[in-house]
């Protein structure tokens, strides 16, 4: 059964510093997302991704995040300047055209010291 | 603002008994409402869904019910195990393309044997 897969699975940054966090979303999906879990709290959604551009993003998504689709399977989520309120699970998730469910991977757990 | 939200933050249930899990979202525009289940340390994993235009929705051992009116939504899971032992999410969603998810915060689901 075809899975979302993210790498790392954890992550330790300092703050300040630059991350990326890595995902390769169901091969034949279109749309794209990325969504993160504040310890102990609900999933909360960053960003969708579509035809090459950011659909929606919601106000966290703020100057320091940035997403891209480099090639033709990677999709990735880049915060330019940590902070330590970015640590938290990382949620990546895509949809296919013709469904509305959205597949999570398995998340990227990042620590922000 | 809009939100969904779940009332009970902690079910604690027998093995073998039914679990019904309930969730009140706010958002009268939203068509499409999902489940998920996670587990610690993993991502959300699709349960089950269902559009406005239906009221029940069964699966294998799992059936969602959809109430309009009050904008109530339930998860009933038969024969409970302790597999099932895990957070479990509500989700809604607006079916525009983009499908953005907006999660509740969550009702942890514990089963003994």
């Known amino acids: 059964e075809p899975e979302v897969t993210q790498t790392p699975s954890h992550q330790v940054t300092q703050m300040g510093q630059e991350v990326i966090l890595r995902c390769v979303p169901i091969?034949?999906?279109?749309?794209f997302y990325w969504y993160r879990q504040i310890l102990g709290q609900k999933v909360e959604f960053l960003v969708s991704f579509y035809n090459n551009e950011i659909s929606e993003k919601s106000e966290i998504f703020d100057d320091q995040f940035s997403v891209e689709r480099p090639d033709g399977s990677n999709f990735t989520l880049k915060i330019r300047s940590t902070k330590l309120e970015d640590s938290a699970m990382y949620f990546c998730a895509s949809r296919g055209t013709d469904q509305e469910t959205q597949y999570f991977g398995p998340g990227t757990r990042l620590l922000v010291l | 603002g809009e939100s969904v939200g779940l009332h009970l933050p902690t079910l604690s249930v027998q093995e073998g008994d039914n679990s019904i899990i309930n969730c009140a979202y706010s958002?009268?525009?939203?068509?499409?409402f999902i489940w998920y289940k996670q587990e610690s340390g993993k991502g959300p994993q699709f349960i089950i869904d269902i559009r406005s235009n239906m009221d029940k929705r069964q699966g294998q051992r799992v059936t969602v019910l959809l109430n309009k009116t009050v904008k109530h939504l339930s998860l009933q899971i038969a024969a409970t195990q302790p597999g099932d032992s895990a957070v479990y999410f509500c989700?809604?969603?607006?079916?525009?393309?983009?499908?953005?998810?907006?999660f509740g915060k969550g009702t942890m689901l514990l089963v003994s044997p």
């Open positions: 989700a809604e969603t607006h079916y525009s393309g983009y499908s953005t998810l907006t």
């Open positions: 091969s034949n999906h279109l749309y």
């Open positions: 958002n009268s525009a939203s068509d499409y």
